[in-house]
């Protein structure tokens, strides 16, 4: 088995042709530094330099580039570089939403959308801009006003963007948890932001089976008691049903309002969203991010390092429990046609999405390491099955992509396509590291770090590391990190979340190793978050719902990234005196787990052991126990001596040999 210090070794695998390079966005906004700036670059990797150097500079061109609208000018761009406490564009009034609907267009479809259980749907930039607008003036009707939290157990359909675009351009604040996520799960984190209202579904279907949430929602009423409205979507059923739900309005009730839409003008660091980040510890990180960051951070990713346009169709198989649900739908932002997809991505088949690409003429497909694992297993050949000739690039993300990965996308999906992968976070929305489509693609390697962020290696010292494994960090403040942590008034848990390692320095949890050239490696998490398909569960979560059974004392899951795209996740459990681990016992966690958290986040095993390894101040050994199953050494991955039982990390250290040396 691979280990986490191995060297992955480049094989170029593609490079875009001259025409493409000089059509490229980059290449455009390259050229507009030097008629605009005087500033003239050689080559990308010169270009990001200057990004991360001359902080300032860089975005204030971006601001230029893109023609932000601002009701009221910004005063200067960075007050400091400083992190965490950074402050972006002061002065400056905009909308996010805006910036929207002035890429709107009677030419192209601003959505197309499929599910397993309904045909394409069209979706008209007119079409979008009157139900927002609809949406927008009922809001308002029940009293919802700029700074009220608003959020949403939708699927990934256009009304779920349509609710979103009507909280942003009147500066309320959005928060969405996918309907497969359990009650307890989306109620840790609703209930952090005390929302005055709640946009939810009936019920989803996945894999051909109907999934009913009617209890589940009534479970959230219940347990939010700042809620003044639900508004209730019959999308399973298509007929309106409140059962127990209280003070419920049906969405089609608010289509039918009338009202010009307006945008609210709010300062670029108004709240646009909060996302959630877990930890290993205590409840789901609330973050919040603003609207002036998150629109310059998205148009530079999805325009500049993603090359999307106006007229390009772009899909990411995401749920609205992802940050890649955030990111997809800023496509609108550069003009594109976003694309949404409900449902599993192998039903009725593992073909269900790229037939979906080839019905779309999709330009760019995203989606997860794992789907093209996968896809890989399964030995389906998409360039054989589907009209595949619209696709340009396709981009990985949610865990690494071993190079295995990138050679089955060239011999079996397409030979002329851009594959990207990129590594990023929930933290900032968008990415660290990723692709440009000047420079060739390497089996196993990220391209490039993002402008104007800057990614470096940390050892534990804090000296930068090239062509070593270290720590992502990043050394200077990008305008899309959190503003705050919702809670946190203090700063305290926002401080401990990414600066508790180097002071005044971004530590994100993962492994990386950048090269000479610029290019990375990412080797996965770094700490002991379960990142499983790119959705990352807090250990504490998953440990909640465990020890609430009777018979388990104490729990211990660890999340582990594997060659070949794959991601292992055993549960260690410590049973009461003559309690059995048996078939049954282990179907009722699994099934608890699915309910509560998410079916994505039940183990692949279960076992029973004798205790479970803590240190000396009672803290579970989740990140030694992780690295001793990635084929780390136990002299390096754990101090035994500062266990306060040593004895316990006997079973793991067998357990990782077995695991990493199958047969001996």
């Not at 994100?508 to 700490?527: E, V």
Request: hydrophobic share 40%; net charge negative; charged share 20%.
């Amino acid at each position: 088995m691979s280990t986490l210090f191995e060297d992955t070794v480049p094989v170029p695998l593609w490079e875009a042709p001259e025409q493409v390079k000089q059509q490229a966005n980059i290449t455009h906004y390259m050229q507009w530094l030097g008629r605009e700036k005087g500033l003239h670059f050689d080559s990308r990797q010169a270009l990001w330099l200057w990004s991360v150097t001359h902080l300032e500079d860089f975005w204030a061109s971006i601001w230029d580039y893109f023609h932000i609208k601002a009701a009221q000018p910004y005063t200067h761009v960075l007050s400091e570089r400083k992190m965490p406490g950074a402050l972006w564009f002061q002065g400056a009034t905009l909308n996010y939403a805006e910036h929207v609907f002035r890429m709107a267009s009677p030419d192209r479809p601003a959505m197309l959308f499929r599910s397993e259980r309904e045909q394409m749907r069209v979706v008209s930039w007119h079409e979008l801009y009157q139900k927002v607008s609809a949406v927008a003036s009922a809001l308002r009707g029940m009293g919802v006003k700029r700074g009220d939290r608003v959020v949403a157990y939708m699927p990934h359909i256009p009304e779920t963007l349509i609710a979103f675009l009507a909280c942003a351009s009147m500066g309320a604040i959005w928060s969405s948890c996918s309907p497969d996520f359990g009650t307890r799960s989306v109620i840790d984190r609703f209930k952090q932001i005390e929302p005055s209202l709640l946009f939810a579904i009936d019920g989803y279907q996945y894999n051909g089976k109907a999934c009913d949430r009617m209890p589940v929602v009534a479970d959230i009423q219940k347990e939010l008691p700042t809620l003044r409205k639900t508004v209730l979507l019959p999308y399973l059923c298509g007929t309106f049903e409140p059962g127990q739900l209280t003070n419920v309005v049906q969405w089609e009730e608010l289509l039918g309002n009338k009202g010009e839409l307006t945008f609210e003008q709010v300062p670029f660091d108004h709240p646009l969203w909060v996302l959630y980040s877990s930890g290993t510890t205590g409840l789901p990180k609330a973050i919040v991010q603003g609207q002036g960051g998150i629109l310059l951070e998205h148009l530079k990713a999805l325009s500049l390092e993603m090359d999307l346009k106006a007229g390009d169709r772009f899909f990411w198989f995401t749920t609205t429990g992802w940050m890649m649900w955030n990111l997809l739908i800023s496509g609108l932002l550069v003009g594109s046609t976003v694309l949404a997809y409900d449902g599993s991505p192998a039903y009725p088949d593992i073909g269900a999405l790229w037939k979906f690409a080839q019905d779309t003429r999709m330009t760019f497909f995203g989606t997860a390491a794992a789907y093209i694992a996968v896809c890989m297993k399964s030995g389906v050949a998409p360039s054989k099955m589907y009209d595949l000739s619209s696709l340009k690039g396709i981009g990985s993300t949610g865990s690494p992509l071993p190079p295995e990965g990138f050679r089955w996308v060239y011999d079996h999906v397409k030979k002329d396509v851009w594959l990207g992968s990129v590594s990023g976070g929930t933290d900032v929305c968008s990415a660290f590291v990723g692709g440009c489509i000047l420079l060739p693609v390497y089996a196993g390697e990220l391209q490039c770090c993002g402008l104007g962020a800057k990614v470096e290696a940390f050892d534990e010292q804090g000296r930068s590391l090239i062509n070593e494994v270290g720590e992502l960090v990043l050394t200077e403040p990008m305008p899309s990190m959190p503003l705050y942590l919702w809670n946190d008034p203090e700063g305290k848990c926002y401080k401990e979340s990414y600066f508790d390692m180097y002071p005044a320095i971004w530590r994100h949890g993962d492994w990386i190793k950048i090269t000479n050239s610029g290019s990375a490696i990412i080797y996965g998490r770094s700490d002991s978050t379960i990142n499983r398909m790119g959705i990352r569960m807090g250990s504490s979560e998953i440990y909640r719902v465990v020890e609430d059974f009777p018979q388990v004392l104490d729990s211990l899951i660890i999340g582990v990234e594997q060659p070949g795209g794959n991601y292992f996740m055993p549960l260690f459990v410590v049973l009461k005196e003559g309690v059995v681990l048996d078939d049954a016992l282990k179907e009722q966690i699994k099934a608890a787990l699915r309910k509560s958290i998410s079916p994505h986040h039940v183990p692949d095993e279960i076992h029973a052991v004798a205790a479970i390894p803590r240190t000396l101040s009672g803290k579970k050994l989740e990140v030694p126990v992780k690295k001793l199953l990635l084929g780390v050494p136990v002299e390096k991955a754990v101090s035994v001596d500062a266990l306060a039982n040593p004895q316990a990390i006997r079973y793991f250290i067998d357990f990782a040999m077995k695991l990493t040396h199958p047969g001996c």
